[in-house]
């Protein structure tokens, strides 16, 4: 026997250029070749193999070995063995591979982003972490963020608004508080960046640099948060919400809602969220100055609202249904210190006067509540009533000029007509607009002063808007 090893018959080396025809029952002459030019350089290669097929292949090998190499026999046996344990997959160098890859971690994050896209797709969402400008508010943001953010309370209680506005506002306070004040008891940098993780999820996948920005700066962020977080400022920011919506006597939008607070935020959070994926929302969270507390406390708000908005979790709240529960909880208890606190609702509030109120029986007619130390401002919006239906021309809230004796403004009829509760004998003509200030708190009662004195065969309406300031 030779003490010569048998050589293989065929290259490894370019071995495409070897492949040609065989016989079914012949082996393949093409060997896939994964390895380096220097012939002595180690690679893993995995076997692709079952039991039954390993003892095949090992049996060939313990067999071969003694033929092809005969006194190198066992040092043939333990590298093979030793390869075949060497092949298994270890931990660090797959981290290594990754981190040194950039084809590997493209890999990774094309394939992350497909079954992340999938899942969302699936489920009704969008992706948090897609950027595409070009795309329209309409497929890019979700139906909720242009509408209300709860139904409007009944009958246009503006107890209820203001009361259910300031609960949200207290409860954004304190979710943004709670936030930092839970990492703030965390001394472990390791368990604070979990911490992080796990109060706003959406952080754990996409962002790089958390341990460096929140360990340092967490204890600075929230002197500064409750340094400016006070009563005072919740009630100017629920202010600021309920006049942009209590002359439409509705909630405001969670794009609104977004808006109060992301303006006053850093500059980055302050564009309309389709235009943000969260890579950008993190980036400038990371930029607000520690120190400055109106900053701080506008921005870890308007991240919050913009976390809510991508369905995540931001400490143990999720999605943007919570406002909805925050205001109903607020609208159980109304009250009316939005009069003193943002000065009234100075924007224009609809009411609908209709032909029959009557200023002899009360009946049907329009009472608006007037604080003390407050201007009442109407004006007419449109519509039309007549106090003769089928005969008389309609007319607008200024009427028509017929008199006659004996009713209540003789010297000008067919108009719309208004009392104050402090004076009850005094009727004023209100007609299509006016204004007038009161140093006490008023009913003020809408009727029509009807020219042929009968009120059954009035009709019509009139549509005025009115404002206290």
């Avoid at 109060?199 to 962002?207: C, E, F, K």
């Avoid at 935020?265 to 930029?287: H, M």
């Avoid at 004006?379 to 006659?404: C, H, M, Q, R």
Wanted: glycine share 6%; proline share 5%; aromatic share 10%.
């Amino acid at each position: 026997m030779s003490d010569n090893p048998r050589r293989l018959q065929y290259s490894l080396r370019n071995s495409a250029d070897t492949n040609f025809t065989t016989d079914s029952d012949s082996p393949e002459s093409v060997v896939f070749n994964p390895f380096p030019i220097d012939p002595d350089e180690k690679i893993k290669i995995t076997l692709n193999v079952s039991l039954n097929e390993y003892v095949d292949l090992a049996s060939a090998i313990d067999v071969g070995r003694d033929i092809a190499f005969n006194s190198d026999s066992m040092k043939i046996w333990n590298l093979w063995t030793n390869a075949v344990k060497e092949a298994v997959v270890d931990c660090q160098e797959v981290a290594d591979c990754i981190d040194t890859s950039l084809a590997v971690q493209q890999s990774i994050t094309n394939e992350y982003q497909s079954t992340v896209e999938q899942f969302l797709d699936d489920n009704g969402s969008i992706n948090p972490d897609k950027s595409d400008s070009t795309s329209t508010t309409e497929t890019r943001l979700p139906d909720y963020s242009v509408s209300p953010v709860s139904p409007p309370p009944d009958n246009c209680n503006l107890d209820e608004l203001w009361s259910g506005i300031r609960e949200m506002v207290v409860r954004i306070d304190d979710k943004g508080r709670d936030l930092l004040e839970d990492l703030t008891l965390i001394n472990d940098r390791a368990e604070q960046i979990q911490g992080l993780i796990d109060l706003v999820p959406l952080l754990g996948d996409i962002i790089a640099d958390v341990a460096e920005f929140f360990t340092q700066a967490v204890p600075d962020l929230l002197n500064g948060y409750n340094a400016f977080s006070n009563e005072t400022e919740i009630d100017n920011l629920a202010c600021e919400l309920f006049s942009m919506v209590c002359d439409e006597c509705r909630y405001p939008t969670f794009e609104e809602v977004l808006g109060v607070y992301s303006s006053k935020s850093v500059a980055g959070l302050a564009s309309s969220p389709q235009l943000l994926n969260y890579s950008q929302v993190w980036n400038a969270v990371r930029q607000v100055p520690s120190l400055d507390g109106s900053l701080v406390y506008h921005t870890i708000n308007a991240w919050q609202l913009i976390t809510y908005y991508f369905g995540s979790r931001f400490t143990n709240t999720r999605g943007t249904n919570i406002l909805n529960i925050w205001i109903s909880l607020g609208e159980e208890l109304p009250t009316d210190n939005w009069v003193a606190l943002c000065g009234g609702c100075v924007s224009w509030i609809n009411v609908l006067v209709p032909a029959t109120a009557s200023p002899f029986t009360g009946a049907n007619t329009v009472t608006i509540q007037i604080p003390a130390n407050r201007t009442f401002t109407w004006k007419y919006v449109d519509g039309l009533w007549t106090y003769e239906d089928g005969v008389v021309s309609p007319f607008d809230a200024n009427g028509t000029n017929i008199s006659a004796s004996g009713l209540v403004v003789p010297n000008k009829l067919g108009a719309l007509i208004g009392r104050k509760s402090s004076n009850i004998n005094q009727w004023l003509l209100s007609g299509n607009s006016g204004s007038f200030f009161t140093p006490v708190a008023i009913d003020f009662i809408w009727a029509f002063n009807d020219a042929n004195g009968a009120f059954f065969d009035n009709s019509g309406q009139v549509n005025m808007c009115y404002k206290i300031e």
